[in-house]
C-alpha cells in the first residue's frame, strides 16, 4: 500500500477538520442507500487512499479517520488543502466527467473507509435519480466551499485568518458547544500552517503571543481556545490589546464561525 511520508508527520490525530460543515453530508436515505452497496476498507496513517490523476476509484465515505487532501505540486512541497471527516461521501465528480481526481487523499490517522465501485456506482446513480441530485447537490456545496476557502487565503491578515480557522475546526468539532466555553483543536502547528498556505514560523509566533495573553493554551498536536470571544474579535479584524482577556463581538471580516 503506498505511502505519502509528509502527511504522516504532520497530519492530526483521529479527530479533524470538516471545513465545509454539514452541506457535503448526503441525505440519511441517499447514505442508506449507499451503505447498502459498499465494501469496507481501512487504511493505516499515511497511506494514500486515491492518487492524484485516477480517473476511476468509485465512491468512498469514510467511517472513522480523516483524509487528508493533499496537493503536492505547489512550490515543490505538500500543501493539505483540508480533510474529509466521517459520514462524508466523495468521489463522485469522477461518475460524472471520468477526469482524474486532482488531489491525493491520504489516511490522517488510522481510517475506515466505505468503498463503492465507479461501476457499481454509476449502476447505482442510473438506477436512483435521487442519488445524481444529491452528488450535484454537494457538488454544489464544495464549490462555494473552494470558493471561500481561496478568498480567505487572499486576505493577507494571518493572525485573522488563523484566529477564524481555528474557531471554524474546534466549534465544529465540538458540535455547538456553549457560547464562552473553551474549545480544542487537535492539529500540529504545520498543518495550521499548511491549511493557511503560511509557514510553520508565522503561526506559531501568533500562538505564542495568544498563549501569553491567557487566550490559548498549547500542548503536543493540541491548541486549547481558552477566550473564543477575543479570537472572534481578531477574525473580524478587530484591534485587540494583548493583555485583554475578552472582548466584545463587532462587525466580522469572515463569516461567523460557529
Not at 121 to 141: G, M, Q
Not at 221 to 227: A, E, F, M, Q, S
Request: net charge positive; aromatic share 8%.
Amino acid at each position: 500500500m503506498a505511502h505519502a511520508p509528509g502527511v504522516a508527520a504532520t497530519a492530526p490525530a483521529p479527530v479533524a477538520v470538516r471545513s465545509d460543515r454539514s452541506a457535503v453530508y448526503v441525505s440519511k436515505g441517499v447514505d442508506a442507500l449507499l451503505r447498502a452497496h459498499a465494501r469496507k476498507r481501512t487504511y493505516k496513517r499515511g497511506a494514500v487512499v486515491v492518487e492524484s490523476g485516477e480517473a476511476t476509484p468509485g465512491i468512498f465515505c469514510i467511517e472513522s479517520g480523516a483524509i487528508a487532501v493533499v496537493a503536492s505540486a505547489l512550490f515543490q512541497r505538500e500543501f493539505i488543502f483540508r480533510f474529509r471527516q466521517p459520514g462524508e461521501w466523495f468521489g463522485e465528480t469522477t461518475l460524472f466527467d471520468g477526469i482524474g481526481w486532482p488531489h491525493q487523499h491520504v489516511a490522517s490517522a488510522k481510517t475506515s473507509v466505505l468503498h463503492i465501485s465507479h461501476r457499481e456506482a454509476k449502476r447505482l446513480v442510473d438506477a436512483h435519480p435521487e442519488l445524481r441530485d444529491e452528488f450535484v447537490r454537494i457538488t454544489c456545496a464544495r464549490l462555494r466551499f473552494t470558493a471561500q476557502y481561496v478568498e480567505e487565503l487572499i486576505v493577507p491578515d494571518l493572525q485573522a485568518r488563523l484566529a477564524y480557522h481555528l474557531l471554524v475546526i474546534a466549534r465544529d468539532v465540538a458540535n455547538r458547544p456553549p457560547p464562552g466555553a473553551p474549545l480544542e483543536v487537535h492539529l500540529t502547528q504545520a498543518v495550521l500552517a499548511s491549511l493557511l498556505g503560511a509557514t510553520r514560523e508565522a503561526v506559531g509566533r501568533h500562538l505564542v503571543r495568544w498563549r501569553d495573553a491567557g487566550w490559548v493554551t498549547l500542548r503536543y498536536r493540541r491548541v486549547t481556545i481558552l477566550d473564543p470571544r477575543a479570537l472572534d474579535a481578531i477574525a473580524s479584524g478587530q484591534p485587540v490589546p494583548l493583555h485583554s482577556a475578552s472582548v466584545p463581538r463587532e462587525r466580522k471580516s469572515f463569516p461567523r464561525a460557529s
